[in-house]
């Protein structure tokens, strides 16, 4: 492995270290986030459970993962249809990622080490998340429990740290009760 390939690897960017850069008048060039929708399928208050997946560990999530991740959970959940379930992003990229690019080149006979604690170019946004953080929030109604459940495991696998699934019954007020009769 060259040292280019290693420096361009997403696990160099999991964990937290020092203050965060998120604004991008002192960073010109960062890139505008990845992901497509914070929101899909259809807001309703007469779901029934509410999943969330919960960070339990300190890291940070680019956003390529977190698009990755809301892909994978509404894949699993387009079978149901779009108005049987509303799934929400809860975190925003906002932390801005740089990286202080080395050259690599086939007549490198030495590895160069560059600069210590350069600025680097940015490269790419990520969320910093804390342990019990809610990353993504899961309408559905009871019949579709158990597809839920498969949905929030398949985009679990694409994050980069362990997660769990809380699930919740939501309950109906009896205002909403006396206005559905």
């Known amino acids: 492995m ?10 160099n960017y999991r964990l937290t270290s020092g203050m965060p850069l998120t604004s991008k008048v002192y960073a010109p060039g960062a890139p505008n986030s ?7 399928g259809q807001a309703s208050p007469d779901y029934d459970y509410m999943l969330q ?4 560990e300190k890291v940070q999530i680019r956003h390529n993962a977190l698009e990755a991740s809301r892909v994978a959970a509404n894949k699993k959940l387009t ?6 379930y509303f799934l929400r992003v809860k ?27 350069a600025w680097g170019k940015p490269i790419g946004l990520a969320a910093r998340v804390m342990p019990g953080s809610v990353i993504l929030e899961l309408y559905v109604k009871k019949e579709n429990l158990e597809r839920a459940k498969e949905a929030m495991k398949s985009a679990s696998t694409k994050l980069p740290m362990p997660t769990h699934i809380v699930i919740e019954p939501l ?7 006396a206005a559905a009769i």
Do not use: W
């Open 2 to 11: 060259t040292l280019c390939e290693f420096r361009l690897q997403g696990k």
């Open 34 to 40: 990845k992901i497509a929708r914070f929101s899909t």
């Open 53 to 56: 997946l919960v960070s339990t």
């Open 79 to 84: 079978p149901i249809g779009e108005t049987a």
């Open 91 to 117: 975190v925003y990229p906002h932390v801005i990622l740089r990286e202080n690019k080395m050259i690599a080149t086939a007549g490198a006979d030495r590895l160069q080490e560059g600069m210590r604690k």
């Open 171 to 177: 309950q109906k007020n009896e205002q909403q009760m």
